[in-house]
């Protein structure tokens, strides 16, 4: 399948329920591939197996920057193989996993590869129901890591002092918590930014 060109930079394919065989063939062309930076693969159901096809690429692909996958079913399981891909992956920098189904396990899978992985800057898992448990595991992760989390609905006011050493990007939906917390969650986000820059 010759879906790549030698200056295919870009490929968005979201929305076409290409499944989990498409996917496949994708992650193949993918493993050689040195010019794609961003693969959009959005709405289409590749589930935990399609994202285990593109885990496998990831651990010989050099150039991908930017991998979208939302809403793509992928659950605790395909967060697993993602995770297990980002322990070895020196390019990937933005991995948006929003509405997959990802419970607490896949949030500490994706936490446990975060502990290791340099190059990731930003986690989008907006819409996943990692609950308290999962935002916990990431919280721990991220003492050492300066990785942006993206959770919104994922996350409870509880654990968010946890991210406030290296966090500087946060977005979720102000009618979860109040204007109030959204308030203190901007100063702290701002008190970070300006960490950074010193």
């Known amino acids: 399948m010759r879906l790549f060109t030698q200056t295919l930079t870009t490929l968005e394919l979201g929305y076409n329920q290409i499944g989990d065989k498409v996917a496949q063939h994708l992650a193949d062309a993918l493993r050689n ?14 589930g935990a197996l399609g994202a285990q096809h593109l885990a496998d690429a990831l651990q010989n692909n050099t150039t991908l920057t930017n991998l979208q996958l939302w809403s793509n079913q992928i659950g605790d399981k395909g967060a697993h193989h993602l995770a297990d891909a980002l322990q ?6 933005t991995l948006e996993l929003g509405e997959n189904q990802i419970g607490a396990l896949g ?10 992985n340099t ?7 907006r819409g996943n129901e990692i609950g308290a448990l999962g935002a916990q595991h990431l919280a ?4 050492n890591n300066t990785v942006n989390i993206i959770l919104s609905q994922s996350l409870s006011y509880a654990h968010l002092h946890f991210f406030t050493q290296t966090l500087t990007e946060l977005n979720f939906y102000s009618f979860l918590f109040g204007e109030d917390l959204e308030n203190r969650i901007e100063k702290m986000i701002k008190r970070n930014k300006q960490k950074t820059k010193s």
């Open 33 to 46: 591939n040195t010019t794609l930076t961003t693969l959009d693969l959005s709405y289409n159901k590749i």
């Open 107 to 116: 949030a500490q899978h994706l936490a446990d590869a975060l502990r290791n």
């Open 88 to 93: 070895n992956n020196t390019t990937l920098t």
């Open 119 to 125: 190059t990731l800057a930003t986690l989008d898992l």
């Open 140 to 143: 721990d992760a991220l003492q």
